[in-house]
């Protein structure tokens, strides 16, 4: 960055100096063209002064001279030129400084000399007796100005050149100084004292991006935590029931466990065996959501029909718990991904029947309010404490562990119902009180009308 801003200072300075040499070059040669004029209108009244006193005289003693000097009749006619032969030069009347010195005494003029290749000056005078004396001397060139002052040019350039490039080194130097003692640690911060205020919106943006890259950071290191814990509790849950298979199994291989015992221990076997079924089931279902469900295909669904759909196949369970279970409400469209609403409906009502006492009953109910569905799934049962409120969604949280397992629970059915409805963009609201029963609210933004 600083080599781009010394060379752009650098540049922009030379360039300043070249016009600047060229505006002054044009001034010192307009100034010469007129000294020179000066000098040969002087020259031209000392000829003509000769000229009156000796006449012809003059011309023959002139010897060697700087500029030519032409002798001219009223009438144009060529009486004397210093360098041609007068008798085959052409009629000078048409010659702008001889018609000006015919008319009004004295007259000047440059023109470029097609014989010559050179710019020539003249400058004319009328004698009393009406002819007119002109002289004329080539006019210096820019080049010859150029040429003549090369040394005192070449000086400057040099000094000139040094300079910017020992200012436009320092100046980058200056520039780029504070940008790099920048504290990219607090963008803020130095926002606030840099001396640049264009910096300040670049610093704002980092300050941002800083901070969502904390942000970022502290996400994936608790996701990275959570992951942990899940599979620290994950293979946990599942040792447990497989030391009891294996427990059992070995009873019944030595031969311990004789007649009607049998099938007991054959019937616990089995049951540990479901347990883990479910918990494989449940932990593949849960890290598919928590994947975002991705590539699983939603649709205008009724949730409606999905809750009737759970409530039928918990029919079995909830007559054998002696709970009473009710659907109400009326079709209710999402959209959504049709098994993943379910698995919602079906941990709910599962749990609404687990934590209650026979006798008590779960009301399901679902119906669009606004622009909303709202699922709601109530029971009699035995409540949670509100200190427990919070941290039920974790997983593998339970209120009471050895009644969880007893009624068969994973601790991961309100994981999946969380999972569930942030894929949905629904939200969850649970009011509870111990020995009163449940409620938990799930409210979803309704489908559009379906398409035709
Ligand atoms: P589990 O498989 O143990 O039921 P969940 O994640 O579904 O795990 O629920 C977490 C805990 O929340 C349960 O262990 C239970 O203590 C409590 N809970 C969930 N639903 C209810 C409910 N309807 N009534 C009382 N307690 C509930």
Redesign the pocket.
Known sequence: MSKKIFYSIWLVTSLVLLSCLTIVLAVVYSHFTQEQFEQLRDETRLATQGVILDGQEYFENLGQTDFRITWITSEGIILYDSEADQTVMENHLEREEIRQALETGSGQASRYSSTLSTRLLYTAQRLPDGSVLRLSITQLTVWHLFMRFLPQILIILAVALLLSSLLASRLAARIVEPINRLNLERPMEAASTHRYDEIRPLLARLDEQRRQIQKDQQEIEKTSLIRQEFTANASHELKTPLHVISGYAELLETGMVQGDDVKVFAGKIRGESERMANLVEDIIDLSRLDGGAVGMRRERADLYRIAGNAVESLEGPASDAQVEVSLTGSPSYVSGIPHVLYSIAY?LCV??I??SEPGDSVTVRVHPEGSRVILRVE?T????PQADLDR?FERF????KSH?KEVG???????IVKHAARIHGASITVESEVGKG?AFTLSFPEAGPAEA
Request: net charge neutral; proline share 0%.
């Open positions: 941990n749990n609404a687990k934590y029971d049962g035995i409540g949670i039920i949280y339970r209120v009471d969880s629970g994973t601790g991961l059915g309100l994981s449940s």
